[in-house]
């Protein structure tokens, strides 16, 4: 399969605490994406790394990349309850299509 | 902020019946893209769609299925003949340029194929 494979599946913590998630993929990438989904909703863009990028950071995400082990990080810093949704690792190879992991339910309690 | 909408928001069907899954991209978007989410699993990518063809098109999109841009605003997809299995979140999305950067995604449409 083409397509990232999130670890955690599930993931609960206390507000302000930092969750980290991580996707593997199987063959190599030109970028991967995180996208969020809150229940029932559209899915909304985070952070984007090129392949050739190793870390990336936005507002309280931070990006990892490492393309020797085909596996990339989601840092969520000082979480907070509006945090709560499915995350998912989304990869893309070059073919015009992205390709979505399982996601990763994280539930943050205030 | 622009984004991207669709209609409608949840739409019942019976089987056999063709449906047709309406988006507005956001403007001055150039590509666009269906998806859908069958309950509990994943995100699977159907169809992309620049200059007013296909671009590409995974396994599941068949002869059943179909993409229309019929005028400026409006990007469609239709269903000739909905089967049971049909019934998913189908998810509408476009970006500016192509490439795998970001793409905006509108709230989708629930079918329910009864």
């Known amino acids: 399969s083409q397509q990232g494979e999130e670890d955690p599946q599930a993931l609960s913590i206390q507000e302000g605490e930092n969750a980290t998630m991580n996707c593997s993929y199987k063959t190599s990438i030109n970028n991967l994406q995180w996208y969020r989904q809150n229940s029932g909703r559209g899915l909304v863009h985070l952070i984007l790394?090129?392949?050739?990028?190793r870390e990336k950071h936005s507002g309280r995400l931070r990006v990892t990349l490492d393309t020797s082990k085909k596996s990339s990080s989601l840092l969520i810093t000082a979480s907070r309850a509006a945090d709560t949704a499915s995350y998912f690792c989304?990869?893309?190879?070059?073919?015009?299509?992205?390709?979505f992991g399982k996601g990763n339910q994280v539930v943050v309690i205030p | 902020e622009p984004e991207v909408t669709q209609t409608p928001s949840h739409q019942v069907t019976q089987m056999g019946q063709e449906v047709i899954l309406r988006c507005v991209p956001i403007?001055?978007?150039?590509?666009f893209y269906w998806y859908r989410q069958i309950l509990g699993q994943k995100v699977e990518f159907l169809v992309s769609?620049?200059?007013?063809?296909?671009?590409?098109k995974s396994e599941i999109f068949d002869d059943q299925f179909s993409v229309e841009r019929p005028d400026g605003s409006n990007f469609t997809l239709k269903i000739r003949s909905t089967k049971l299995e049909d019934s998913a979140m189908y998810f509408c999305?476009?970006?500016?340029?192509?490439?795998?950067?970001?793409?905006?995604f509108g709230p989708g449409t629930r079918l329910t194929v009864t």
């Open positions: 403007s001055n978007h150039l590509y």
């Open positions: 989304v990869t893309y190879y070059g073919n015009n299509r992205l390709a």
């Open positions: 999305a476009s970006s500016e340029v192509a490439e795998g950067h970001e793409q905006y």
């Open positions: 769609f620049y200059n007013n063809e296909i671009s590409e």
């Open positions: 790394i090129r392949s050739n990028e």
